[in-house]
Structure formats: C-alpha cells, structure tokens
C-alpha cells in the first residue's frame, strides 16, 4: 500500500458518567482520529489512546497531534508500505510516543484488511471468535454508589468486576464489596498510588481473594514489583510498566507480575500487541484487554486484538453505552448475555466509522498530504 494522505481529526466526546482514578478524573475525551488513505481512495481508521493530560503516561492529545503531524506521518507517506506489520518499524526513529504510532500502525491495518475484504480479527491470528468481557469501575462518590453500580453491571453479564483504588479508598472499600459480593471475580487497580513502603497494607488484600491487583507500585518500575510479588499470594497484573515486548519478557523473568494487561496504544499498535502477546504465551503468563475509554474506533481494534489466542482473562473492554450516549461507530459495541463480545465478520475492523458524526465533533482537522 501506499499512503497517500493521513487526516488528523480531535474530536470531544463526553463521557456518560465520569471516570475516576488515583491520578484524576475525566469528564469529557479529547480523542485523536487518524485516517489513512491509499492512492487507490481506500481508508483506514485508527484511534489515539493518549489521555487529557500526561498523567497515566506522559503522552497527551497535544504532544500526540503534533508528533503524528510533524514527524509520524511525514514517515510514513509516500512510502511503498509492503504491509501495515511493518508501520511501526517504519517510525522506529521517533523514541517513545506509542500511543501517537499506534493511531497511525491501527489505521493501515484497517486499511489493509479493508482492501482484502477480510475481517482484521483473522488477518491477525485471532483465534477467539467471542471475547470474555469484565468492566474496569472507578472510584466513586461513596461505596454506596460502587456497590450500586456493581450489581449494575453483573446485571449486565459482566464476567469481572475491577474497581480502582487509591489510598484511602482500598481496604475498606473492598472489604464492602466483598462482604455483599463474597464469589465475583474481583480485581483491583491502584494506577500506581502506592510504594514499597505500603507493602503491609497490600498483603492485606490477600484475604480478599482477588484475581490480581493491576500496577501498585511506580508507572516505570519493575523491581519493586517484583519484591512485592513476592509478599503477596495475589498475584500482580502489570499495565503501565508494559510497554514494549522486552518489557513483558523482563517482567516475566524478574517475577515483577504473573498477569499482564495488554494495551494497543500504550505499546504502539497491533504489530507490537501481537509480540507482547507472544512473549506472554510462551511463557505460560495469560494477558487481557485493557481499556483507555476509547471510543468505537479504538474500541473496534482492541476487539480484534483480544481474539489472540493468548487473551485468557475477561478485559476491560465492554459496551459502548458504558460510555457514550452516542458512538462514532455502527453498530456500537454491545456485550451478550454471557458477558462477550463477538467479534465482527465484516472487512477491516469490522464496525463502519460514521464519518459526518465524526466531523460533525470535530474540533480541528489537519491534511498530511505527500
Ligand atoms: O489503568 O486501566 C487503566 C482508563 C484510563 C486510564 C487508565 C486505565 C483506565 C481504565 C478504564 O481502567 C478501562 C476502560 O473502561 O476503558
Ligand atoms: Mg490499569
């Protein structure tokens, strides 16, 4: 393929109810939209994960719109592109900025798996024709409301449960839910809230039975973790510190966590998902779908990625009414009774992208044309 022009959209999306986590709440998305198209007219969509602020990681909206527009995309066009695998090999010369690549290397596997006419699921091994789906809860006004909203969702077929925790909203919190839920499968996520030093308080959560406690310590640390590993019978689901294939290796080896959630955009798209993946497989270390409150386009690809045959566990990803009053995809992501999603049938990634609704939020628009 050759890429002839990449458009940048940042839509704003208000969020149905808003999310909140150790390092701060958010209301309303400023999503990041790259569409590639090829000298033949043909388009691929792909989804910036990179939250408000340089707070889960230090990619934002901005330094993603302008690296995708200064440096990402003038790589990338032009070039005769044997196939979208080979994108993110492409942009090896910007460091970093994975969230920024993965919109641009999703879009050309979209594009690709459009032009063939087959579903992007299967152009990438996926095996997992129905994915088991869990819901990522954050914290909320009192528990109360979390229990409410909890039932909410096992109402739903949620097959998980994950809330977020922070200090001062961890033992007590959960020693509610465990107290009127005692058989869910239950997880905690803490986005790097504690230290090594809150290790006692940590082991505690031992008697809730949780299926894994995501990302205590530090967003960049892996030998802390792997110290409390061994402290603890939970075991630890790293998110953050995962960026890039060696990482999972490294984390495996070190005994840092024996679960890892795999994000798209944190480690720079499909052709990178698929090697964490890999690393994890081989190792015997299951791997889930995380979730960045994506909308439908991103929603779509994680979809696709968590068909991998090593996606053991329910994700984080779930219905798009969980989110948006109003997606930007057709159908919108909707789970079945069981708690799954299907994966689609249709070319691409599967959903068809509703162009005027796009445009119709945008708030800029820029053309990278060769
Ligand atoms: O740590 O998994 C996380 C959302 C934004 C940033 C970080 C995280 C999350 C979630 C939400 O947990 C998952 C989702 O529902 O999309
Ligand atoms: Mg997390």
Request: with cysteine.
């Amino acid at each position: 393929m050759k890429i002839v022009a990449v458009e940048l959209r940042e839509i704003r999306l208000p969020l149905v109810h808003f999310f909140e986590t150790s390092f701060g709440r958010t209301t309303e998305r400023r999503i990041v939209l790259a569409r590639v198209v090829d000298a033949d007219g043909a388009e691929g969509w792909g989804e910036c994960t990179a939250g408000e602020g340089p707070f889960y990681s230090e990619e934002w909206t901005e330094t993603a719109w302008s690296t995708l527009r200064d440096f990402l995309a003038p790589m990338i066009l032009g070039r005769e592109v044997e196939r979208a695998a080979s994108v993110f090999e492409l942009m090896r010369p910007v460091r970093g900025h994975r969230m920024a690549k993965a919109a641009l290397e999703t879009a050309c596997w979209d594009l690709e798996t459009k032009r063939a006419g087959v579903p992007l699921w299967k152009h990438l091994g996926g095996v997992l024709s129905e994915i088991p789906c869990g819901v990522s809860i954050g914290i909320q006004e009192s528990i109360g409301a979390l229990l409410e909203k909890i039932e909410r969702e096992l109402d739903a077929g949620y097959q998980r449960i994950k809330i977020k925790i922070k200090p001062g909203w961890d033992v007590q919190t959960l020693e509610r839910v465990r107290a009127r839920f005692p058989a869910i499968r239950l997880m905690a996520d803490a986005n790097s809230a504690y230290s090594l030093a809150d290790a006692p308080l940590l082991r505690a959560l031992d008697e809730f039975e949780l299926m894994m406690i995501e990302q205590p310590l530090a967003h960049d640390d892996m030998l802390d973790h792997a110290t409390l590993q061994r402290e603890l019978r939970t075991p630890l689901c790293l998110d953050e510190s995962i960026r890039k294939p060696v990482d999972a290796r490294h984390a495996v080896e070190l005994g840092a966590c024996r679960i890892v959630n795999l994000k798209l955009g944190r480690v720079g798209g499909h052709a990178e998902a698929v090697a964490v993946e890999r690393v994890c497989r081989e190792r015997g270390v299951p791997v889930w779908c995380g979730g960045m409150l994506e909308s439908g386009i991103g929603r779509a690809h994680n979809i696709a990625m968590a068909t991998l045959a090593g996606f053991t566990l329910p994700g984080d990803v779930s219905a798009s009414e969980r989110y948006w009053a109003e997606d930007i995809i057709e159908p919108p992501v909707t789970i079945t009774p069981r708690g799954t999603i299907i994966a689609p049938e249709a070319p691409g990634i599967g959903f068809e992208v509703r162009r005027e609704r796009i445009d119709a939020l945008a708030v800029r628009r820029e053309v990278i044309k060769i």
